[in-house]
């Protein structure tokens, strides 16, 4: 069994930054990819960040790349999203994800495990 708890959602000014991170419990953390999904109001669940287990590669969405960075530390199992030059479109609920396999797919389906999720708020 794995939990997955999101930290460090809020409410910013566009332009401004903002800090997600995952606390995965498990001892199987470290073999899997990780990734990180937003839920905007009325709009389906989306991939925004993954990375590999290792750590080594990484992975975006068209619309965050060159903003947002993804990262993991297997020895703490945490995974973080530094987000930058934040738009009030990137306004959703954002959730951390395990990976069914140790590469990051983009697709809901190739996540297992889910945290609650966390609200960001970004303001015009």
């Known amino acids: 069994q794995v939990q997955l708890v999101e930290s460090g959602g809020g409410l910013v000014q566009a332009g401004g930054s903002l800090g997600l991170s995952c606390a995965a419990s498990?001892?199987?953390?470290?073999?899997?990819?990780m990734g990180w999904f937003r839920q905007a109001p009325g709009k389906e669940r989306e991939f925004v960040a993954g990375?590999?287990?290792?750590?080594?590669?990484?992975n975006y969405q068209d619309s965050v790349k060159g903003r947002f960075t993804i990262s993991r530390d297997n020895a703490k199992n945490i995974v973080d999203l530094q987000m930058n030059s934040l738009k009030p479109e990137d306004t959703a609920v954002y959730y951390c994800a395990k990976g069914s396999s140790d590469r990051p797919g983009t697709l809901s389906y190739e996540y297992d495990y889910w945290g609650q999720g966390t609200q960001v708020t970004v303001s015009s």
């Open positions: 990375i590999t287990w290792n750590g080594r590669n990484t």
């Open positions: 498990g001892r199987t953390f470290s073999s899997y990819a």
